[in-house]
Nanobody, 118 residues
Framework: QVQLVESGGGLVQAGGSLRLSCAAS????????MGWFRQAPGKEREFVAA????????SYADSVKGRFTISRDNAKNTVYLQMNSLKPEDTAVYYC???????????WGQGTQVTVSS
């Protein structure tokens, strides 16, 4: 079992930055691919970024490439999403997820709201 708790969301002006954190419980954190997803009002949940267990391989949605960076600290059981040059269209609830075998994500956090004002 893996429990995930996100933090770091908030209100920011367009062009600003936020860093989301996702703290995971469980001794097998290092075994999981970790991902970030988001869901805007009235829209389907969409993939944002993912990072392999070693941290050596990452992937991003085209809409965030060059602006967002995913990273992980396995010693702290934490994954991060650094978000720069934020746009109003980045407004959404952001979810952290863990996949024992990507892309099938087995565990999800409760989400953290990110609001970008224009």
């Amino acid at each position: 079992q893996v429990q995930l708790v996100e933090s770091g969301g908030g209100l920011v002006q367009a062009g600003g930055s936020l860093r989301l954190s996702c703290a995971a419980s469980g001794r097998t954190f290092i075994s999981y691919t970790m991902g970030w997803f988001r869901q805007a009002p009235g829209k389907e949940r969409e993939f944002v970024a993912a990072i392999a267990w070693s941290g050596g391989r990452t992937s991003y949605a085209d809409s965030v490439k060059g602006r967002f960076t995913i990273s992980r600290d396995n010693a702290k059981n934490t994954v991060y999403l650094q978000m720069n040059s934020l746009k109003p269209e980045d407004t959404a609830v952001y979810y952290c997820a863990a996949a024992f075998r990507a892309p099938d994500y087995n565990y999800w956090g409760q989400g953290t709201q990110v609001t970008v004002s224009s």
